[in-house]
């Protein structure tokens, strides 16, 4: 099994920063990748970054191209998401995600493991 754990969520100014951390434990050996999604109330979760733990490949969301940036350390089994110029629509609930297997590394249901999301709020 698979543990992930996300922090770094909070309350912030429209065009204000936030950067959000996701710590996974567990067995976590042979992973391909980790995303980040989120989910506004009275709507679908929904695709933001993803970044692959064994190539140089990461893919947004059109949404987020520009602002959001997805990193990892592989060292410390950490991703991160540093959001910039945030906007009120990117209030949502962000989760971290963790699957096994190939591409595609945008597709919710594709994904095997999940933490249990942290508030972001970009206020108006």
């Known amino acids: 099994q698979v543990q992930l754990v996300e922090s770094g969520g909070g309350l912030v100014q429209a065009g204000g920063s936030l950067s959000l951390s996701c710590a996974a434990s567990?067995?976590?050996?042979?992973?391909?990748?980790m995303g980040w999604f989120r989910q506004a109330p009275g709507k679908e979760r929904e695709f933001v970054a993803s970044?692959?733990?064994?190539?140089?490949?990461?893919a947004y969301a059109e949404s987020v191209k520009g602002r959001f940036t997805i990193s990892k350390d592989n060292a410390k089994n950490t991703v991160y998401l540093q959001m910039d110029n945030l906007k009120p629509e990117d209030t949502a609930l962000y989760y971290c995600?963790?699957?096994?297997?190939?591409?595609?590394?945008?597709?919710?249901?594709?994904?095997?493991?999940w933490g249990r999301g942290t508030q972001v709020t970009a206020s108006s």
């Open positions: 567990g067995s976590t050996f042979g992973s391909a990748a």
């Open positions: 995600a963790m699957k096994r297997g190939g591409y595609p590394y945008t597709t919710v249901s594709r994904y095997d493991y």
């Open positions: 970044i692959s733990l064994s190539e140089d490949y990461t």
